[in-house]
Nanobody, 123 residues
């Protein structure tokens, strides 16, 4: 089927930067959208940023990350990125990659999730 593999998480001091990557592989015909979600203990998973992969790629950001995070994608590699700058402790959490994928068989699209990568921002 489809696998999403995330990388780039880790520990960083407040004010620092990290870049997350999400590589999709498997029986993929196309990826129509990719996104990053964040989850902290006791809270629901929340959308951080989303990008469509059609045309120039429209983006959508959570208010809390606007101006600090940038989502991008490489359609040829079926890979998405999240550049995170000016990190603060409130950005700490497990970041999950999401992709909406059309498979090589059939016409339906399916949602897939990565395994999550921990981002910890120390004060």
């Amino acid at each position: 089927q489809v696998q999403l593999v995330e990388s780039g998480g880790g520990l960083v001091q407040a004010g620092g930067s990290l870049r997350l990557s999400c590589a999709a592989s498997g029986s993929i015909r196309s990826v129509s959208a990719m996104a990053w979600y964040r989850q902290v203990p006791g809270k629901q998973r929340e959308l951080v940023a989303m990008i469509t992969t059609v045309g120039s790629g429209s983006t959508n950001y959570a208010d809390s990350v606007k101006g600090r995070f940038t989502i991008s994608r490489d359609n040829a590699k079926n890979t998405g990125y999240l550049q995170m700058n000016s990190l603060n402790p409130e950005d700490t959490g497990v970041y999950y990659c999401y992709a909406q994928v059309a498979l090589t068989i059939g016409t339906a699209q399916y949602a897939y999730w990565g395994q999550g990568t921990q981002v910890t921002v120390s004060s």
